[in-house]
C-alpha cells in the first residue's frame, strides 16, 4: 500500500478537468501515475484539456497508472481547510500498467473503493509538446473561452499567480500552472469561414465611426 496527499485545492482542480462520459471510464478517473520511479503525478484529461500536478507518496508505491473514480474525488473535503487529502492506495497485484485494487479517501468523511480496471489509460505524455516544438511562426489556435476560464479557476486553485498559455500554433498548448503543476489546452477546429466570419450589421457601425471621426 502507498499512500497519495494532495491538497484539496489541486484536487478540485483536477476534477474539473476528468472526463464525465461514462463510456469512456478510463477519463472518468483521477490518475495516479507512479510509471516514473521516484514520481508520483496526479493526471486528468477529457480529451480536450488536461491537468497534470505533483503529489507527494508515503509507501511503496509500485510503478503502474492507478484509476481513482472521478466522482468519489469531487466529493473530498477536507477535515480542515489548510488540511491535505490523503488516499491510500492498495494494488491488487500484477504486471499491467493500469493496475486495479482498492482505494480509500481520508478527509472530513471516508470514502472506500475499487480502483477503476480494466481500462487502459491514455499516454498522456505524448501529447505533452518538446520546448523546441512551441511558439510555431504563422499559426493561430483557437481556444474555447469556457476551457480558458475554467484555466483561470484552476491557476487560483493552485495558487498561481501569473498562469499563461504557452502558444504552439494550431497544435495543443501548455498552460503554465506554477512550479508543481501544468495544462494541456487542444485548440478549436474550425474552418476559415468560421473564423472569418462577423456580424452583418459591424460593416455599417464602421460607416458610422467613420462619419463620426
Not at 477519463?27 to 503525478?41: I, K, N
Not at 480509500?104 to 473503493?113: A, D, L, P, Q
Not at 474555447?144 to 497544435?171: K, Q, W
Request: one cysteine or more.
Amino acid at each position: 500500500m502507498f499512500t497519495v496527499s494532495v491538497s484539496s485545492g489541486a484536487l478540485r482542480a483536477l476534477t474539473m478537468c476528468a472526463g464525465q462520459d461514462p463510456t469512456r471510464g478510463m477519463l472518468t478517473s483521477v490518475c495516479v501515475d507512479t510509471t516514473t520511479a521516484g514520481r508520483v503525478l496526479l493526471v486528468t484529461t477529457d480529451g480536450h484539456r488536461m491537468l497534470v500536478v505533483k503529489a507527494t507518496a508515503e509507501g511503496n508505491a509500485h510503478p503502474g497508472r492507478y484509476l481513482v473514480p472521478f466522482f468519489e474525488c469531487k466529493a473530498a473535503k477536507p477535515a480542515h481547510k489548510a488540511d491535505p487529502i490523503r488516499i491510500d492506495i492498495e494494488p491488487k497485484g500484477g504486471t499491467e500498467t493500469t493496475l486495479g485494487g482498492t482505494f480509500t479517501i481520508h478527509g472530513k468523511t471516508r470514502t472506500t473503493g475499487t480502483l477503476l480496471d480494466g481500462w487502459q489509460y491514455p499516454e498522456w505524455r505524448r501529447v505533452i509538446p518538446e520546448a523546441r516544438e512551441l511558439r510555431k511562426p504563422g499559426e493561430l489556435a483557437h481556444f474555447d473561452f469556457g476551457y480558458v476560464g475554467d484555466f483561470g479557476t484552476i491557476a487560483e486553485l493552485l495558487g498561481c499567480d501569473g498562469p499563461r498559455i504557452i502558444h504552439n500554433g494550431n497544435s495543443g498548448a501548455r498552460v503554465y500552472l506554477g512550479a508543481d503543476a501544468f495544462g494541456i489546452l487542444m485548440p478549436m477546429r474550425i474552418g476559415e469561414k468560421e473564423t472569418c466570419a462577423h456580424v452583418d450589421w459591424l460593416d455599417a457601425v464602421r460607416e458610422e465611426v467613420a462619419k463620426a471621426a
